[in-house]
């Protein structure tokens, strides 16, 4: 009789969205992102003062990311296994300590340990706090991911606001004046942690329920290599913008670093407005819907933004944001439901490649700007989004659902 009576109660505990724990960890997505973004916000006055060539500021963002990737699917597949609910604020403390090392830096190499610090605190806080976020889903998984992803967005859009009025008028040491915001993070994440814990501690003992599908591995691993290369495109040129963008805006039309950051801000501003609508249409049409519509749809936007004057390279700006941002919660949860019972590994790999392959073309495409100009740069990168047309080989909403 325990057991007929067991099956119900975790049935109905798993249909709960526990709001306050998403909400708590989209937040931290946003602090953890602050300080992410604003690495890059920061990277006209870091070139200036220390005297940096392109392909350094390329190598910058390779040690953040790749840090970040490499470590990221290594913690998903060990947490899968033995979950380790206080490894988030620990992920948190590593940020706080780069922040400081940031601040202080005197020497180029400074600067790279200081951005793999933080790489490591985002490598340690996305695969967890994304689990996290699945687990109080509820079963409303496009939604949570998509509430947990636009934290994140928020973050990186207001992290160059932040660079633009109060380290650059400020200097480099008012970096540590954000060691706030990770401390913040450290309290929140502590409280999440802890909700996590007695949430493993009552489902002990439960037998999983994993919604297995009915598709062949070979479909399965072909979907996988699609997300994939989705995942490349979109953050190949993510990067182009998060990295050269204010370098473009500056050399092309000659405004001042702070407006050129104001003109990231309102970029990454869309793509947070973007991702707030795509998770609701995911979980009520599918992930593909999703991924069709805010890869290829960009296409027509980027092919026109290298060549646009000022006004409309701002407003292009923002619908490319807009269009692309829900395509990356739709990849995750996708590859999610196409590997059930791996959500740390799945996040890990996905979010691993997303800064890996982010921190790569950053420091490839710098060598391309000092080579051939950003214009080239921007050329060359309107082009990926046409990688949208292999969305044709993924399965449908129908497809994924339990045999």
Not at 70 to 95: A, E, N, R, W
């Amino acid at each position: 009789m325990a057991d007929a009576t067991s099956k119900p109660v975790a049935a109905a505990a798993a249909e709960v969205t526990v709001l306050p724990i998403i909400f708590a960890v989209s937040f931290c997505h946003m602090l953890n992102d602050i300080m992410q973004s604003m690495i890059s916000a920061i990277y006209p006055m870091l070139k200036t003062d220390f005297a940096l060539d392109f392909w350094q500021i390329g190598i910058l963002t390779l040690a953040f990311q790749c840090t970040a990737s490499l470590l990221q699917p290594v913690i998903g597949i060990v947490t899968d296994k033995k979950p380790f609910p206080y490894s988030l604020p620990v992920g948190m403390g590593s940020t706080f300590v780069g922040l400081f090392i940031l601040a202080w830096a005197h020497s180029y190499p400074m600067l790279v340990i200081a951005a793999s610090l933080i790489g490591i605190g985002s490598a340690v806080f996305h695969p967890e706090s994304s689990r996290v976020a699945r687990l109080a889903s509820g079963g409303r998984y496009g939604f949570a991911q998509a509430t947990f992803q636009v934290g994140g967005n928020f973050g990186q859009s207001i992290g160059p606001l932040l660079a633009a009025f109060i380290i650059v008028p400020n200097g480099q040491g008012s970096v540590a004046w954000f060691s706030v915001i990770a401390m913040l993070g450290i309290v929140i994440l502590a409280w999440v942690a802890r909700w996590y814990k007695a949430h493993m501690a009552a489902n002990k003992g439960r037998k999983r329920i994993l919604n297995a599908h009915s598709l062949s591995k070979r479909t399965v691993a072909t979907a996988l290599v699609v997300l994939a290369l989705l995942t490349f495109s979109k953050n190949i040129y993510m990067a182009s913008i998060s990295s050269y963008y204010t370098f473009f805006v500056i050399e092309r039309f000659g405004v001042t670093v702070q407006q050129s950051q104001i003109m990231l801000f309102i970029f990454l501003g869309a793509v947070a407005l973007g991702t707030v609508v795509g998770g609701p249409i995911g979980d009520r049409f599918g992930s593909k819907v999703v991924i069709w519509f805010s890869i290829l749809g960009a296409l027509p936007f980027t092919l026109a933004m290298p060549f646009a004057n000022l006004p409309v390279t701002i407003a292009l700006s923002a619908i490319v944001g807009f269009i692309m941002a829900s395509s990356f919660p739709a990849i995750v949860v996708m590859a999610q439901e196409l590997v059930p019972g791996r959500v740390g590994m799945i996040a890990g790999i996905f979010f691993g490649l997303a800064f890996g392959i982010g921190g790569i073309a950053a420091a490839v495409l710098g060598i391309f700007a000092d080579l051939y100009g950003i214009s080239f740069v921007y050329t060359i990168c309107a082009f990926l989004p046409a990688l949208g047309l292999l969305t044709v080989f993924l399965p449908g909403k129908k497809m994924l659902q339990v045999a």
